[in-house]
């Protein structure tokens, strides 16, 4: 059964860190196209935040999380990370993991609750 988990998500001040995780059981991250993070922050739609490519680690982020937040993938255990530093309030949401495969099309995680607040 494919699956995609998040885990890591919780509640820093503004200027703190966190590192989401998703692990994907079922399949291998390196036979997708690529991996996504989205978020979607209460009464607003959901939203894109970085993506990484399988063929050559291309990674591309919103405008408004560049330089903040970082996209990356172990393919050994099987997990993309998403590092998030300086986090704002703005930031506060829930953080989904997205692999898109020729195989299966899209899966979906869970999600996980971020909340930047002092």
């Known amino acids: 059964q494919r699956q995609l988990v998040e885990s890591g998500g919780g509640s820093v001040q503004p200027g703190g860190s966190l590192r989401l995780s998703c692990v994907a059981s079922g399949f291998t991250l390196s036979s997708t196209y690529a991996m996504y993070w989205h978020r979607q922050a209460p009464g607003k739609e959901r939203e894109l935040v970085a993506s990484i490519t399988t063929v050559g680690n291309r990674s591309n982020y919103a405008d408004s999380v560049k330089g903040r937040l970082t996209i990356s993938k172990d393919n050994v255990k099987n997990t993309l990370h998403l590092q998030m530093n300086s986090l704002k309030p703005e930031d506060t949401a829930v953080y989904y993991c997205?692999?898109?495969?020729?195989?299966?099309?899209?899966?979906w995680g869970q999600g996980t609750q971020v909340t930047v607040s002092s």
């Open positions: 997205e692999a898109v495969s020729s195989a299966f099309g899209a899966l």
